[in-house]
């Protein structure tokens, strides 16, 4: 626990000007960021006598150990600049919202040559308009099924919409009158385009001019005697109509607004959020949080519309915003809503009437949130703290294992060996700071070796990290001293093998260059920069001696080590001949399972990723400087590898993009490289001819599925 003035600067350094601030701890992570109008005004509140602090407060300037701030102009680039940095550096002690789920929108792709209209998650992309979030998605395809009949839009994916463009057929939706077929020529692009227009155009809300269009258009065939189209018309305002029922009017005038309430209590607070496009509820959210600062309701308003509208422009952002309380002072706020709209937004507290009643109706529905979440999270928090205590427990710990590592090897028969690192904090996933790594330092299976190798690399990292930082300690010289002489003998420290999720591992011995790129700045995490107080490897007796030699001859002894075997379950730990043996209802015992099938299933999925790789590769893939575009065009050019090898120098000239000297690489590539292995058919025993890049030519009307012959059967072994 830090003393604040320890670090406290100054009198007369911290300007009396607007500007964000940010708190450190000892490992540099940013673990507060705020924004004042006043810094020095505002940061002195942070260092009075500890007993005048809030709890909370306290507890965040004594965990801090130093703090920083950057000046600005005005208070509504303060506030940009601290959304920017919330959403950087995700600090512990500053409030962050929690969606409850992911909710779905309804899409329509504007930024594609025939828009598409379906359901879409996650992240807003350019050039989309969405509408809603939705409760659930089935609620959106209903809309859209009443829709299609008027605005009938394309909604394939796109290998649909190509399968159907190269065969001239369009779906089934195309048959009955539910998509205008432009995959197959029905309807020009600019046509399709505007038809997408429009159908935006109805689920903003302006839904009168194509309901009274529909209608004169009933009554002429009805006039000409063209009964059938005006039935045809006539079912088209029924299902338009239907499709505007299922959004309630509840303001009568049409409003653009969005409603957002705050249910709180002493330590977490809900927040709910109406989305009103044309009078009627068109999407609907909410949002929950820790308050692990003390923070008024306005500051929790602030906080939500800073995420709601961090990230749109345009119309995303409605005429109106209606809250229960107004943040101090709301001119930033309000100017800061009107640049991200492009024009004037109304932030106020309804007062009266229609607009008053629907916001007590949205504040309800934040009390309900509230109050489930607090019946989950309170089963969650008892259920998670009993299994931590019964790990301490049974293996002998100083104090509940808060950060929990483990570490599993997979191969298939010795090949593409991988390991998996993966970490759960406060017994749940922390899939960010999940590792794999590449076994290079042997060849062949030997899952202990590969063991001591993954560990003694993890915290090879750990200890340097830890020596940047400053946090050594004399009796650790040596340690370094021996890293330096491998180093400087060429060995491989293995450091830079590690990689996160979708990263590429890096060459053995780039530890310290890796190291270097980590700024002093930068507080977010670091790879490999904490410890955990546990580490667990999947297997038995001789995985846990490895791993803990591997401690051992880093010099590391504060860190608990176990491992858990598969057949019965049993807790390995190191130097002990009997496992320990927890119950099979103990939460402990299922904690660890969790952790172990989760570092498994990330281990396979690795491996089976590389094997995936290596089989996928071909003769081409080991000449010089020749990319996938490149191979492309050289397959289509020739139709195979097989035709590619017979063909002449000045033949493969005539490829777009190949000169004579890659020309004469290739052919001298080709011409070393053994030709693949015929493969058969495992249903017909067909034995198929081509092969394109090691695969075979199929068709989707040929069965069973082609095997090399010669090549390695992956379901003859077994994946570990």
């Known amino acids: 626990m830090a003393d604040p003035s320890s670090y406290r600067p100054r009198p007369g350094e911290i300007p009396d000007s607007p500007g964000v601030y940010r708190f450190r701890d000892e490992h540099r992570r940013v673990i507060y960021v705020g924004k004042a109008k006043s810094l020095r005004q505002r940061l002195a509140n942070y260092f009075q006598d500890l007993a005048n602090l809030h709890p909370r407060t306290r507890t965040m300037v004594t965990t801090a150990a130093s703090v920083e701030w950057t000046v600005v102009s005005t208070e509504v680039e303060a506030l940009q600049l601290e959304y920017s940095w919330i959403k950087e550096y995700d600090p512990r002690f500053n409030v962050k919202y929690r969606d409850d789920k992911s909710y779905p929108y309804l899409a329509v792709t504007m930024n594609e040559e025939f828009p598409r209209v379906q359901v879409m998650r996650g992240h807003k992309k350019k050039g989309v308009r969405y509408f809603g979030p939705y409760a659930h998605a089935w609620a959106i395809r209903d809309t859209v099924d009443l829709l299609l009949r008027v605005f009938p839009v394309r909604t394939c994916s796109a290998g649909v919409f190509k399968n159907a463009a190269r065969t001239g057929r369009p779906c089934l939706l195309g048959y009955i009158g539910k998509c205008s077929a432009p995959c197959v020529g029905r309807i020009t692009p600019d046509d399709h385009w505007e038809l997408a227009d429009e159908f935006c155009d109805f689920m903003t809300g302006r839904t009168g001019t194509y309901l009274r269009r529909l209608e004169k258009q009933m009554m002429e065939a009805a006039e000409d005697m063209e009964y059938e189209r005006a039935a045809r018309l006539r079912d088209d305002i029924e299902a338009l109509r239907k499709a505007m029922e299922k959004n309630a009017v509840v303001l009568a005038d049409a409003t653009d607004a969005d409603l957002i309430a705050v249910a709180e209590d002493e330590l977490e607070a809900a927040v709910q959020i109406f989305h009103v496009r044309g009078g009627r509820v068109r ?19 602030e906080h939500a519309l800073q995420q709601l509208y961090g990230e749109e422009t345009g119309d995303s952002v409605p005429k109106e915003v209606l809250v229960p309380a107004l943040p101090d002072p709301v001119e930033p706020v309000q100017q800061w809503l009107t640049e991200r709209r ?76 991988v390991a998996s690192m993966v970490v759960f904090e406060d017994g749940l996933q922390r899939k960010s700071e999940y590792r794999r790594f590449q076994i290079k330092g042997f060849a062949g299976q030997d899952d202990v070796r590969s063991m001591h190798e993954v560990i003694t690399r993890r915290f090879r990292r750990y200890l340097a990290e830890k020596e940047r930082t400053g946090e050594w300690s004399e009796s650790d010289d040596a340690l370094v001293a021996g890293q330096e002489d491998a180093l400087a003998a060429g060995q491989d420290d293995g450091s830079g093998e590690a990689t996160g999720p979708g990263q590429a591992a890096a060459a053995p011995g780039e530890a310290g260059a890796a190291l270097s790129t980590l700024t002093e700045d930068d507080g977010r995490p670091k790879k490999f920069a904490y410890p ?7 297997g038995g007796q001789p995985q846990v001696a490895a791993a803990q030699r591997a401690l051992d001859e880093l010099g590391i002894d504060d860190i608990a080590v176990c491992g858990l075997a598969k057949r019965l379950e049993e807790v390995w730990l190191p130097g002990d001949d009997d496992p320990v043996v927890l119950p099979r209802t103990s939460e ?123 090549a390695p059967d992956e379901r003859r072994g077994q994946e570990t």
């Open 588 to 710: 402990g015992l299922y904690l660890l399972q969790r952790v172990r099938d989760e570092a498994h299933r990330f281990a396979i999925t690795y491996q089976r990723t590389k094997r995936a790789k290596r089989f996928r590769a071909g003769p081409l893939d080991d000449v010089p400087g020749l990319g996938e575009t490149r191979k492309q065009a050289l397959i289509k050019h020739f139709g195979s590898v097989k035709k590619l090898r017979s063909a002449t120098i000045d033949q493969i000239c005539e490829v777009p993009g190949i000169g004579r000297k890659t020309a004469e690489t290739i052919a001298v590539a080709l011409a070393q490289a053994a030709p693949a292995a015929p493969a058969v058919n495992t249903a017909t025993g067909e034995i198929m001819e081509d092969m394109e890049d090691g695969v075979p030519e199929t068709t989707a009307d040929t069965p069973g599925e082609p095997v090399a012959l010669g």
């Open 283 to 301: 999407g609907q959210r909410g949002w929950v949080t820790d308050k692990v600062e003390e923070i008024t309701t306005g500051a929790l308003v």
């Open 532 to 538: 955990p107080q546990l580490v667990v490897v999947d």
């Open 342 to 417: 492009g024009s004037g937004v109304s932030l106020r507290i309804p007062q009266r009437g229609d607009k008053k009643a629907l916001m007590e109706t949205v504040q309800r529905n934040a009390l309900q949130a509230l109050a489930l979440h607090k019946t989950k999270r309170a089963s969650d928090l008892t259920t998670r703290s009993r299994a931590l205590e019964e790990i301490a427990d049974a293996l002998e710990l100083d104090s509940a294992p808060l950060r929990i590592e483990c570490y599993d090897i997979s191969h298939l028969q010795g090949d593409d060996v």
